[in-house]
């Protein structure tokens, strides 16, 4: 259903360190895969090893955390040619990223910062995308992160930035519905509002996860299980878009077994062939 025609890839789960052995000894019937890009770059040892016997076997998916398409530094030549010296490794159909900057002046922050919602940011991440997909020769998804503080220089809602930086760099969308929903609370605007804007056609991907609830505010911890009002927006989403579906579990993990069933709990809300 997407406008790029690329695959619907079915339900799958983020590839972690602990969950490597049972994937190869057991190989689960798992629909596909997703990696984080950083930790398969500037490395040659084990994990490239594990990385090359999973890909053998299941589709892989990129998505990364040090794009940082949203800073005003220039983009990280060195950065791209890993990545899409990656890319070509795993034959990945796509690769993503957040809609955030993560430093300045050669200083990482190991954090997804929030952007203005401005003119002038707008065309700047556009051109930023544009470059980076002309350089990687492959489509490039923004996901939209959680956040925790909203800029006064902002002169739209998130959803409507991230829709138009979709249409004018032609591009596609990781539509995190945790995030959606995270950010909802932390900043009391409506969920389904969110999802209303978004131009459905151009989300390529679905993310699902846990979050840990502070009290006065949520944070997207990645920390399962998934609670049932995120896994009816991931439904919906799901429906409307025809997304790929990754369930992220990033701390506390469970063992393979668990982690794969609470992905396939999207079935229940999505009707999803697996």
């Known amino acids: 259903m997407n406008r790029f025609?690329?695959?619907h890839l079915g339900i799958g789960v983020g590839l972690r360190t602990r969950h490597y052995q049972h994937i190869l000894e057991r190989e689960p019937a798992v629909d596909w895969f997703e990696i984080i890009s950083e930790n398969y770059l500037q490395t040659q040892g084990r994990p490239l090893y594990y990385l090359d016997r999973v890909?053998?076997?299941y589709p892989i998916v990129m998505h990364g955390v040090g794009l940082s398409i949203g800073s005003s530094a220039p983009l990280d030549g060195d950065y791209l040619r890993e990545l899409k010296a990656l890319h070509d490794r795993v034959r990945a159909p796509w690769l993503s990223d957040h809609l955030?900057?993560?430093?300045?002046?050669?200083?990482n922050t190991h954090d997804l910062l929030p952007l203005p919602y401005t003119e002038e940011a707008l065309w700047h991440v556009v051109q930023r995308v544009r470059e980076v997909q002309a350089f990687m020769d492959?489509?490039?998804?923004?996901?939209n992160p959680s956040t925790y503080l909203e800029l006064e220089d902002s002169i739209m809602p998130e959803w409507e930035f991230l829709s138009a930086?979709?249409?004018e760099a032609d591009c596609g969308l990781l539509l995190d519905v945790n995030n959606v929903y995270v950010s909802a609370f932390n900043h009391g605007f409506d969920a389904q509002t969110y999802l209303a804007g978004l131009p459905k056609d151009r989300i390529v991907q679905l993310h699902v996860s846990g979050h840990t609830h502070c009290g006065t505010h949520l944070v997207d911890t990645h920390i399962g299980p998934v609670i049932d009002p995120v896994w009816q927006l991931l439904g919906q989403a799901q429906r409307l878009s025809g997304a790929s579906v990754l369930l992220e579990w990033d701390a506390e993990i469970p063992d393979f077994e668990a982690t794969h069933a609470e992905a396939l709990r999207a079935r229940a809300y999505m009707g999803a062939r697996s």
Do not use: D, H, K, N
């Open 55 to 57: 890909a053998e076997r």
């Open 165 to 167: 930086v979709a249409r």
């Open 5 to 7: 025609s690329l695959p």
């Open 138 to 143: 492959a489509p490039l998804l923004l996901e």
């Open 100 to 107: 955030c900057w993560t430093g300045i002046a050669a200083q």
